[in-house]
């Protein structure tokens, strides 16, 4: 439902249908709009979902759950209850939208051959209404294509900004390509295409960073001990057997007393992230004492980047 309600420029609307008939039909209304997409050459399809959900009851104490009912629906191969789209058409509309009149291009900080283009939804005064657009490109060697359908936006109300990225497909960085844009109206009228050349963003400017050492701190066996357990720390994705002790995958002798997070000598753990990631280490405490309690204290270090350290104080 995430892929053709409301993603991918595609139009949807909810409806509420009428109870099943005697015979078992129903009447479900369908917004023109949707309709006239699929009629202007603007989408592939029709999709309609019994947004239903699952249900429950609780009859005479006792709880039944039906997950997902397909209570009312057939498909169009259906022998037994095919269902039908019935649509009332108006009055013969033959006049083309207006064109779209220009383009803004931005392109800072996206990745290479990748932009951001915006215009304005131009008018249309044929009884309908500019409901979307034909978008192509020529790249410098006349290849020349549509955008997929996803990537281009359907109309909005006349003179509202519409936007479209252009991004996944093979463009290299700081490449300029011919934009062609033609609005479409309701009925599949189309205008005089908009030309213009813009320039996709070029390859990003690289930032000069210095080196760290992240060297992993050495093997230890000496492990600080509390009440009896041996503590150590290590990597969030390693596992140790409960039972054995021994380590998934087999790591070095030391490797708990030591390793790229922790160093049991300086009873320091180590973590490194860029900006909004998020950081983890496990902790690990062997042996056997009838009272654990966990608490982490923040330590920071004026000479070098923030760090914790579990053991201060």
């Known amino acids: 439902m995430d892929v053709v309600l409301g993603r991918g420029n595609t139009l949807w609307r909810f409806a509420d249908c009428t109870m099943p008939d005697a015979q078992g039909w129903q009447t479900c209304a369908v917004d023109p709009a949707v309709v006239a997409a699929r009629v202007s050459g603007l989408s592939y399809g ?33 022998l037994i209850g095919k269902p039908f789209l019935e649509i009332r058409v108006g009055d013969r509309d033959t006049v083309a939208p207006q064109s779209v009149e220009n383009v803004d291009v931005v392109t800072n900080g996206l990745p290479a051959g990748e932009a951001v283009v915006s215009w304005k939804t131009p008018s249309d005064y044929g009884g309908g209404r500019t409901l979307g657009f034909h978008v192509e490109y020529e790249r410098g060697d006349g290849t020349r294509a549509a955008f997929p359908r996803y990537l281009v936006p359907m109309a909005s109300q006349t003179g ?54 992240i060297t992993p701190f050495s093997s230890s066996t000496d492990l600080p001990v509390v009440h009896g357990l041996k503590v150590s720390v290590v990597d969030v994705l390693d596992k140790i057997d409960p039972v054995t002790g021994k380590m998934i995958p087999v790591q070095q002798h030391g490797y708990k007393g030591g390793n790229h997070l922790y160093s049991a000598e300086k009873r320091l753990v180590r973590l490194q992230s860029a900006r909004n990631e998020f950081v983890a280490f496990q902790l690990n405490l062997n042996g056997d004492s009838p009272r654990v309690r966990v608490s982490m204290a923040k330590y920071i270090d004026p000479h070098k980047a923030n760090n914790f350290d579990p053991f201060r104080g």
């Open 46 to 78: 029709f999709c309609m979902y019994d947004d239903l959900g699952t249900t429950w009851s609780i009859v005479s104490g006792k709880f039944a759950e039906d997950i997902l009912p397909n209570r009312f629906f057939y498909s169009r191969e259906s």
């Open 160 to 213: 509202e900004t519409v936007r479209m990225r252009i991004r996944d497909l093979s463009f290299e960085g700081g490449e300029t390509i011919t934009l062609s844009i033609t609005a479409v109206d309701s009925v599949g009228n189309r205008s005089a295409p908009f030309i213009k050349n813009i320039t996709l963003a070029s390859d990003p400017s690289r930032a000069e960073l210095e080196e760290s050492d």
